[in-house]
Structures are given as C-alpha cells and as structure tokens.
C-alpha cells in the first residue's frame, strides 16, 4: 500500500527565512504533485514533478524530486507572509487512463511578519 | 477560477435525506474524480471516472453511490448519510495519464446532521 509522510506537519516562521518541507512515500513512482491550499478553499496545483532529478521553481518556491531516495521537497526561499497556507504532496498511480493521487498530511505553513 | 465546477458550495442534510453533489468541468478531460478531505484523515480518493467508466471505487460505503452520465459530469448521490461523513467533498479532473495536472474543484461543505 502507498503511504505517503510529509514532514513536518505545523511550520511556523519568520518572514525572510528559508525553509524545506519534505515528502516520503513508500512504493517507487515517477509523478510527485504539489498542491496549496488556502483556509475554506480548494486545492491550487504547484508543481507536477515527471522524473528522478526534476527541479521546477516558481517565485519563492522550489520542488524537486529523486525517485531513488523517493522523497521530494518543496523550499522557500526569502518567505513572506502570503505563503501562509497548507500544503500537500501527493503521489501518482496510474490508473486505466486516470490518475490516483495519493496525499500527504499537509504542512501548515505559518510566516509571521 | 480552475474550469471544475461544483454545486452545491455548501449543504446541510439530515440523516435521512437524499441529495446529490455536483461536478462540471470545462477543460475537455477524459477522467473525474471524488474525493474526501475530513478534519481527521488526509484527503482521500473515493471513486475514479474515465469516459464515463468507473475504474476506481476506494471501498466507499454504499450510502454514497457516484454517477458519470458523459466525461463532463459527475454527480455523488448521498442517502443516508452519519454525521461522520461530514466533510469537504471534492472534485478533479485530468486528462490522460502522461503527468497532466489534476485541476481540484473548489469542493463542497458537507454537514450531516
């Protein structure tokens, strides 16, 4: 069974420092989503990372993934407070011409002025 | 604003009513999904669409029975529901398994009271 662990769960910090959240799994795959999710909202997709060693970035965020070690990570760099959200990995199994995502706990993310 | 559309934004029923959720996307995908996000369990896969297919059924309990009339709509009838099945239910869609992004709905509040 997929199991999929993020950590940490709660992350507090300041503006203007860096951070990493990481994502484990347990079974190997090649698609590593990450989504954002604001209170009371629905999920915004970040990143979808396809193969061992991909790097995207988009503004102050980072994902990379190795397959190998099957972890990912998602930095932040320079933080600032509209960042504040919760945010969820979650690994893809194909599925007869869909995909199931299988997600992360999800990190809060809190950044303090 | 994704192109996946869910009505009701919000729904409160009792135990022994039956309503239904609605899901509508306009991005020309072939698969749908229904998940589960509930204050206690990562969010969950609950059924996978693909042109109109049921290809996965996550050990849902029968009291919510999914409907796929074509590979724009999705519907989730519930009946009977408990007041544990409160939560925010939401929809997705992706188009073939090449590692597309899966575009999230902006969900549905369920209450069961």
Aim: contains cysteine.
């Amino acid at each position: 069974e997929l199991k999929v662990e993020q950590n940490p769960l709660f992350l507090s910090m300041q503006e203007g420092k860096n951070y990493t959240i990481y994502c484990n799994y347990s079974t190997t795959s090649d698609r590593l989503y990450w989504y954002r999710q604001d209170p009371g909202k629905s999920l915004e997709s970040l990143f979808v990372l396809l193969s061992n060693g991909a790097v995207k970035q988009e503004g102050r965020l980072m994902a990379s993934l190795d397959t190998k070690a099957r972890l990912s990570t998602l930095h932040i760099t320079a933080a600032v407070h509209d960042l504040s959200a919760t945010y969820f990995c979650a690994v893809g199994a194909p599925i007869q011409g869909a995909q199931k995502l299988v997600f992360g706990q999800g990190t809060r993310l809190t950044i303090n002025p | 604003e994704t192109g996946v559309t869910q009505t009701p934004r919000h729904l409160v029923m009792g135990m022994t009513n039956k309503k239904s959720l609605k899901c509508e996307q306009h991005l020309g995908h072939n698969a749908m999904y229904w998940y589960k996000q509930s204050a206690k369990k990562p969010l969950e896969l609950m059924f996978v669409y693909n042109f109109k297919e049921q290809t996965e059924n996550n050990s849902v309990p029968s009291r919510f029975s999914p409907e796929c009339p074509n590979s724009s709509h999705l519907f989730l009838h519930l009946h009977t529901l408990q007041p544990e099945d409160s939560a925010l239910y939401l929809c997705a869609s992706s188009q073939d398994i090449s590692g597309n992004t899966i575009y999230f709905g902006e969900g549905s509040w369920l209450t069961v009271v």
